[in-house]
């Protein structure tokens, strides 16, 4: 979860549900980290038991946070190498272990709100730290770009992606992750 606009500016937090849905507990807040004003926080889960979260920022970069006890506390938020443009992203945990984030692969200057949000991009990881580019779903320009990322993957192995194209229509792509 994430709130926007407060006296805290943008903050990342955790909640957990027990009961499908029906009530939820705050768990814990990361600290903001330098400088980093951070939402839309995408988990992803490791094989040791350790969650790393990706999240959207005002900062030209990914941030991340990480928990190592199920997500009750997490570490402040710290800069990723991957650019991003104030624009959202996803990510996912694949059947393999490896991880998965779909970004816009820009930053923006910070006299500016926010940055080109092209092109749209994929990249892998197989720690959660180091990202590899592996594909680009979109080069841009287009108009208002190419955002609000989600992506899935399906059990038949597929991973599913849908954006925003032009802020007027969804897109929706299928890949095979064994061919990235």
């Known amino acids: 979860m994430s709130t926007e606009g407060n006296a805290d500016g943008w903050r990342v937090h955790f909640e957990l ?9 705050r768990l814990a807040q990361p600290e903001k980290g330098p400088g980093l004003d951070a939402i839309q926080p995408s988990v992803l889960f490791f094989p040791d038991g350790k969650l790393e979260a990706l999240c959207r920022t005002k900062q030209g970069v990914v941030a991340q946070t990480w928990s ?23 990510a996912v945990t694949l059947a393999d272990g490896r991880q998965l984030i779909v970004y816009n692969h820009s930053g923006h200057r910070a006299d500016e709100a926010k940055g ?23 080069r841009g320009p287009n108009g208002s770009g190419y955002s609000y990322p989600a992506v899935i993957q399906t059990s038949d192995g ?3 992606i849908t ?18």
Do not use: F, I
């Not at 549900?17 to 507990?25: E, L, M, P």
């Not at 197989?126 to 990202?131: E, K, L, P, S």
């Not at 954006?163 to 990235?180: C, E, M, Q």
């Open 158 to 160: 597929r991973v599913h």
């Open 68 to 90: 190592k006890d199920g997500g009750k506390t997490w570490s402040a938020l710290t800069a990723t190498d991957l650019p991003n443009p104030n624009s959202g992203t996803d």
């Open 116 to 138: 080109n949000r092209y092109p749209l991009d994929v990249a892998l990881s197989t720690d959660g730290v180091a990202w590899r580019h592996v594909l680009t779903l979109e």
């Open 163 to 180: 954006y925003t194209w032009n802020r007027k229509s969804v897109k929706h792509v299928v890949l095979d992750p064994g061919k990235l």
């Open 17 to 25: 549900s027990r009961d499908a849905g029906q009530t939820w507990t």
